[in-house]
């Protein structure tokens, strides 16, 4: 039986980065992958570039049921330290918007530059492998897998969550959790278009395609970005970051154009060009295909010198403050990432150690920390993983 020093199970993100960190100290390091080839997540994300960090990261872009347990390690490994690396392997890259990092080429990059540093490190990686049990023997691990059995002072789990299972994503890490008596955060998908019901679908689908920057609240949590009417639903950055924080039964509203006091706005042009269509002075500030659904949608349509200022506050209303119940979302198919996991309660925020099994790590998204859109779970991944990687 092949015996390591750690053994880590999933070869993403985190994996590899835990890895490469405990390969530094000399450890000997297995990484153990079911996939054909490592980085899966990296390969695809940001559109094949890679939003590999984002240089305004902060412990406030999290969300977990302890708001704390990522300061540790975000704190230890910020943007700037993975910055260094990417540039150390002469990887061009670019700021797309609001602190967002891309590969100027390819994720390509950001993969090779990680099995570069595994390498150079003496970290061993074993791809297209099922782990089919983890045991814990005295002060040892043995791990079964279908290539063969091994043996580790360490298992570190950063076999992710179950989001985007056509990757071969499942919720594995969540049952070695279980295994061992440590407790977890129900993983609902996030990060994820949210769906509605046949009131408005029908809707939606005329609209297919329409882009809107807006404002999106649910409860006291608000984004500003883009809204994306798709077939299903809604999509679009501004969806997918308050998805994360939508649960069952809760109502959105999206004003759909921040930037503007509509009322106030259509009384003004009433007065100056009367004549005006509604639908003109609408589309002004809103997509004409959105104005057409508005108008009809509130009954509200005309000349603006033949509607009273109680229509124009009907329409305005709508327009500034649409409230919206999803009946749901277009679960871990279509989920960037999953909310809850491992609880941060069973782990050590310095180490991302097991209180109850020494020698047990989890990290990355397998644990109870979920980051915002935009380059901020890549940024988890990698400071959770330095974390892990300088103890085990």
Not at 57 to 74: D, G, M, Q, R, Y
Not at 235 to 248: D, E, H, K, R, V
Not at 304 to 322: E, G, R, T
Not at 351 to 377: A, C, Q, R
Request: with cysteine; charged share 20%; aromatic share 8%.
């Amino acid at each position: 039986m092949a015996n390591y020093d750690v053994a880590i199970i999933g070869g993403g993100a985190a994996g590899l980065m835990c890895a490469i960190e405990a390969g530094k100290r000399g450890r000997r390091v297995i990484t153990i992958e079911k996939g054909a080839s490592v980085a899966g997540k990296i390969r695809i994300s940001g559109g094949g570039r890679c939003n590999f960090t984002n240089i305004h990261t902060s412990p406030s872009n999290f969300i977990s049921e302890n708001p704390h347990f990522a300061k540790s390690a975000l704190k230890r490994y910020q943007p700037t330290d993975f910055i260094k690396l990417v540039e150390k392997h002469g990887i061009e890259y670019h700021e797309k918007t609001l602190g967002q990092l891309f590969c100027d080429e390819s994720a390509n990059d950001i993969i090779g530059m990680l099995l570069s540093e595994c390498e150079e490190y003496g970290v061993e990686i074993l791809t297209s492998t099922t782990v089919q049990s983890v045991a814990k023997n005295n002060k040892k691990f043995e791990i079964v897998a279908d290539k063969g059995d091994m043996s580790a002072s360490s298992v570190v789990i950063a076999t992710g969550g179950p989001s985007i299972p056509k990757m071969g994503a499942t919720g594995w890490g969540y049952d070695v959790a279980r295994q061992f008596k440590l407790k977890i955060v129900d993983p609902v998908p996030a990060l994820v278009p949210l769906t509605f019901g046949e009131d408005f679908i029908f809707d939606f689908r005329a609209l297919s395609g329409v882009a809107v920057d807006v404002n999106v609240l649910c409860a006291k949590t608000s984004f500003d970005e883009a809204l994306l009417f798709t077939h299903r639903g809604l999509s679009g950055p501004a969806i997918l970051q308050i998805s994360s924080y939508w649960c069952s039964g809760e109502d959105i509203v999206i004003n759909l154009a921040p930037g503007s006091d509509v009322f106030n706005l259509l009384k003004e042009e009433k007065q100056r060009h009367p004549k005006h269509e509604i639908q003109t002075a609408l589309a002004a500030i809103l997509p004409k295909r959105l104005v057409a659904y508005l108008c009809e949608h509130t009954g509200v349509s005309g000349k603006l010198a033949d509607l009273p200022h109680k229509k124009l506050q009907i329409i305005a209303s709508l327009i500034n403050q649409w409230r919206l119940r999803p009946n749901g979302t277009e679960g871990f198919r279509t989920a960037e990432v999953t909310r809850g996991g491992v609880s941060t309660d069973e782990l050590s925020s310095k180490t991302m150690e097991s209180h109850k099994v020494p020698g047990l790590y989890f990290i990355g998204e397998v644990v109870d920390v979920t980051g915002h859109l935009g380059g901020y779970n890549f940024q988890w991944a990698w400071a959770s993983g330095h974390a892990a990687g300088q103890y085990v």
